[in-house]
């Protein structure tokens, strides 16, 4: 195992690697903005180190400065989190020229899923189900020839996005030549790469997503999936595993899963990723992307399964063996993770000095979150300020208890979408389990 990791990010994620290198005995580096001196990773990592200004793209993205600071002090591997750097094949390859593990699968198959046009083709080539769409839209000419050959309603979304930005969906092929400039511009200012392609759009549909954990030496295992359907345009907000769409369809879960493994061993992948797919209820299911990364809801996973995900990580990265042989762990019980977001009712951001808190206990819940009485939350970052996870033997029981926990919770200073994570679990098609990426369009009738 390592000696020393640097931990290139901030907030519950940074908190979440310290903490899993405390139980591991692993020594632990922060890097932090001048914005997050007073941040909770930055008191608890063994050394931490200021490496810019507020801004991402002076401290957290500055490539330069993190590698400096890694061989400074010794560290022998770096941990991305999520976001930042972590799906930067360029910063994975720095890493390992300069002699650094970056904790994470190589810049090669980065690269190879990181562009989504590229993660389509080879999951294709997989035998893994697509989306009907198209490779990169050439012209705005050819995105309404493809918009007419797909057909309406379809998506335009960009090779290189994430976090459920640059993508546009065109009702009608008139529009789609507008919506294809509109969207490349935004690609292009968010990401650096305004190239898209398109995809049908698939509805109703249920986000289902594979957790893949794989070793060195090829092995690879799936534990269990989650279902990520109760989303805002496009992002994430509450994710719960098993997925409740799945319940009584063991044959359809069973080829998920193996197309998920399928898809990991094609790529020669290593470290934890997930596999994200669309899922119709006429059983029909397709690829979508893949992170090739830890997920924000991974807690999610390690409820149900047991497993710390963080050290599994850690572990497969140092050149480590699986925990167990076979394709899959089974979950044991069901879980629910709701993200807590600053932000006003309107969606707005909300920053500040947190000036109370209190977080929920009791057995199988969990609070992870960077957030201490005092703590600042600055304006530059993701608005997430943390996730509370449940876990219980019946999903009604693991909807009760979130619901108590949730009440129990207690932020003051920030804004929070604490009402919104109340109104989503009251809502009749969540709680008979039977609900779609649209459930907030219908929260909101
Ligand atoms: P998850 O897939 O784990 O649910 P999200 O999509 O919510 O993750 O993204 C997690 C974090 O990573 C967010 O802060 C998001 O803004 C950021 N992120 C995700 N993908 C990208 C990307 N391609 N470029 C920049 N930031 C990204
Ligand atoms: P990101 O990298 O931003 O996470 P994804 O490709 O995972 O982008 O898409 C984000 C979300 O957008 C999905 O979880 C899903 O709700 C919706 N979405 C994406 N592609 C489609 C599609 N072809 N049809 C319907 N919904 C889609
Ligand atoms: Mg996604």
């Known amino acids: 195992m390592f000696e020393k990791i640097l931990i290139a990010n901030r907030g519950e994620i940074a908190v979440r690697v310290i903490r899993a290198c405390k139980e591991m005995g692993v020594r632990t580096v922060a890097v932090h903005s001048t914005a997050d001196a007073g941040a909770l990773h930055v008191n608890l990592a063994d050394e931490s180190y200021c490496i810019g200004g507020p801004r991402a793209q002076e401290s957290y993205l500055n490539e330069d400065a993190i590698i400096t600071v890694a061989l400074e002090t010794g560290a022998k591997a770096i941990h991305p989190g999520y976001g930042f750097l972590s799906e930067n094949a360029g910063f994975a390859r720095e890493c390992r020229d300069c002699g650094l593990v970056f904790v994470g699968p190589t810049p090669e198959v980065i690269s190879r899923m990181g562009d989504k046009d590229v993660a389509r083709r080879t999951a294709r080539a997989a035998g893994v189900p697509v989306v009907p769409g198209c ?155 893949m992170n090739t990364r830890l997920q924000v809801e991974h807690p999610v996973t390690e409820m149900v399964t047991g497993l710390d995900l963080v050290k599994w990580q850690l572990r497969v990265a140092a050149g480590q063996p699986l925990p167990q042989r076979g394709d899959e762990v089974p979950p044991v019980k069901r879980a629910i993770e709701c993200r807590i977001n600053a932000e006003t009712p309107d969606f707005l951001p909300s920053c500040g000095t947190v000036t109370g808190l209190h977080a929920p206990g009791g057995p199988w819940v969990r609070f992870d979150s960077a957030l201490y009485q005092g703590a600042k939350v600055p304006p530059y970052y993701d608005s997430m300020l943390g996730k509370l996870i449940v876990s219980s033997p019946t999903r009604e029981e693991a909807i009760r208890k979130m619901r108590a926990a949730l009440g129990e919770l207690v932020i003051e200073g920030v804004s929070t979408n604490v009402d919104l994570q109340f109104d989503i679990l009251a809502n009749r098609e969540f709680a008979a389990g039977m609900y779609h990426t649209n459930l907030m369009e219908h929260l909101y009738e």
């Open 135 to 289: 490779d990169l839209i050439a012209s705005p000419e050819d995105a309404t020839a493809e918009a007419e050959r797909i057909g309406c309603p379809v998506l335009i979304k960009a090779r290189s996005g994430g976090g459920g930005r640059g993508i546009r969906k065109v009702e009608r092929p008139e529009d789609a030549a507008a919506a294809f400039e509109e969207a490349r511009a935004e690609a292009e200012s968010a990401f650096g790469d305004g190239e898209c392609y398109m995809e049908k759009f698939v509805h109703p549909a249920h986000h289902v997503e594979v957790q893949i954990l794989a070793d060195a030496a090829g092995h690879v295992l799936s534990l269990g999936e989650r279902e990520c359907s109760v989303q805002r345009r496009n992002q994430k907000l509450l994710e719960e595993s098993p997925a409740p769409c799945l319940d009584g369809h063991d044959d359809i879960r069973a080829a998920i899963h193996k197309a998920a493994r399928d898809l990991a061993r094609e790529v020669g992948y290593v470290g934890v990723g997930t596999i994200e797919f669309l899922y119709t209820d006429d059983g029909a299911f397709y690829f979508m992307e």
